[in-house]
């Protein structure tokens, strides 16, 4: 038989236990409302390559609303309230100089088909507007960002033909220099600085990107990179999956002077779920991913604050966020830490719409600008896969044109030389 001291324990216990359940389904429940009003925008999921991977990009091989072995499918998707999603055209840095642009536009391809094969759930968007629009259909806004400068071949004609086929982010390096920008690796050593930053290319890249309203992605660049950006673009700029250097000093994340900049710029850090950039470890926890969303917010406000899961990009998940159906439990936690509706919603969509119209406007305001066709040089991009039409032929000397004849002219060029060397 219990006594009255251990009754009234017990029942305090149970109390408090009660009291926990409740104020956790406020919390749940304030953020189910909250991303019932403003879209949840992410910047970076890997389910193309995924695709690639699994089926060779055989969509009729695939069921997406049973798929069962990726972070994302249609009901994780329905149930993480996830609105609007950038979903990333992805192919490795070993394409480099082979086939990278004809890969990238294969994923392009397979976003493209997704979106066509499930319009009940996806509803393909380039806009702004798009992201709103599907938002209010109930369908999740598909947009298209490229993972890797080197999709482009070094070409501003392919970078304007991917934003027509719906492309609106460049990630400007993945893991490995370009022959106009340096990758984050540079920064850890592991790879040798080629650039310094960003080539004169680099900088035209820029600007181009700005005319043509393509948001400037910095996930995976150098700091130099990065600095560089920020002070010569006229529009803000994204980190689509990168997190808080303070937290976890992974150079794949963003020191605090960078988010300062990115502050004054505008801009906004998507937050990467990847263990690795969480704690710099293998094990990380949903806790330990609101503490860079709040030590970003501490840093530069919560105004430059997004989320950039990294889904199906990496083997890797916090425990609490192991799909893309976990996202309400990741805003319920900063409710519970203190932040407020209004800052809830700018870290949910409000920022990235923002940071998107701006890109918009300032797209819309060189509108008569004409497009730079001037080509990167040749000797920067000269290798054995790519030939050199259009580039314009050296002037060559007296050695040079014999090099360049073909077998029987130099034999009869040179018997010619010789025979009047004799008559002489």
């Known amino acids: 038989m219990l006594s009255g001291g251990s009754v009234w324990g017990t029942l305090l216990i149970l109390s408090c236990a009660l009291k926990l359940s409740l104020t956790q389904d406020e919390h749940m429940n304030n953020a189910l409302r909250l991303m019932s009003e403003t879209p949840l925008i992410d910047g970076h999921n890997d389910l193309p390559w995924q695709l ?4 060779n990009n055989q969509l009729n091989k695939v069921d997406l ?4 072995n990726t972070h994302t499918n249609i009901p994780k ?3 993480g309230r996830l609105a609007a999603q950038f979903w990333a055209a992805y192919v490795p840095c070993d394409t480099q100089y082979k086939d990278a642009a004809r890969q990238t536009l294969e994923q392009i391809d397979v ?5 066509m094969k499930y319009p009940e759930a996806f509803m393909f968007a380039t806009s702004s507007k798009d992201i709103v629009d599907a938002f209010s259909q109930n369908r999740t806004a598909s947009l298209i960002g490229v993972e890797g400068g ?5 070409s501003l004609g392919t970078l304007r033909t991917m934003y027509h086929l719906g492309v609106r982010y460049l990630t400007l390096t993945h893991s490995c220099n370009t022959p106009w920008a340096d ?3 540079v920064d850890s050593g592991a790879e040798p600085s080629q650039h310094n930053g960003l080539s004169e290319f680099g900088k035209q890249l820029i600007f181009e990107m700005n005319r043509i309203g393509m948001l400037i992605d910095l996930a995976h660049v150098s700091e130099n990179v990065m600095n560089q950006v920020l002070d010569l673009s006229k529009a803000p700029v994204i980190f689509s999956h990168s997190s808080a250097y303070a937290v976890c000093p992974h150079k794949r994340n963003v020191p605090d002077d960078v988010l300062r900049k990115v502050q004054n710029k505008k801009g906004i850090v998507m937050v ?5 950039y969480v704690t710099c470890s293998n094990t990380a926890n949903l806790s330990q991913v609101a503490d860079h969303f709040d030590h970003i917010k501490n840093v530069a406000g919560h105004s430059i604050i997004g989320f950039g899961g990294d889904y199906d990009g990496v083997g890797r998940v916090p425990g609490g966020l192991e799909d893309v159906s976990k996202y309400p439990a990741l805003v319920a936690e900063l409710l519970r830490r203190g932040w407020t509706d209004a800052e809830v919603k700018a870290a949910l969509g409000d920022n990235l719409l923002r940071v998107f119209r701006e890109v918009e406007h300032v797209r819309d305001s060189l509108k008569g600008t004409a497009p730079d066709d001037l080509p990167i ?3 920067e991009v000269k290798n054995d896969c790519r030939t050199s039409y259009g580039y314009p032929v050296p002037n060559p000397d007296s050695a040079g044109t014999i090099l360049s004849l073909s077998p029987l002219a130099l034999v009869l060029t040179l018997t010619l030389s010789s025979l009047l060397s004799w008559s002489q």
């Open 52 to 55: 690639r991977m699994k089926f």
């Open 65 to 68: 609303y049973t798929l069962n």
């Open 77 to 79: 998707i329905r149930e």
């Open 111 to 115: 976003i493209h088909r997704m979106c």
């Open 150 to 154: 080197h999709s482009l071949d070094s």
């Open 183 to 185: 990758n984050w690796l």
């Open 272 to 276: 990467n779920f990847y263990n690795d």
């Open 377 to 379: 040089p040749y000797e």
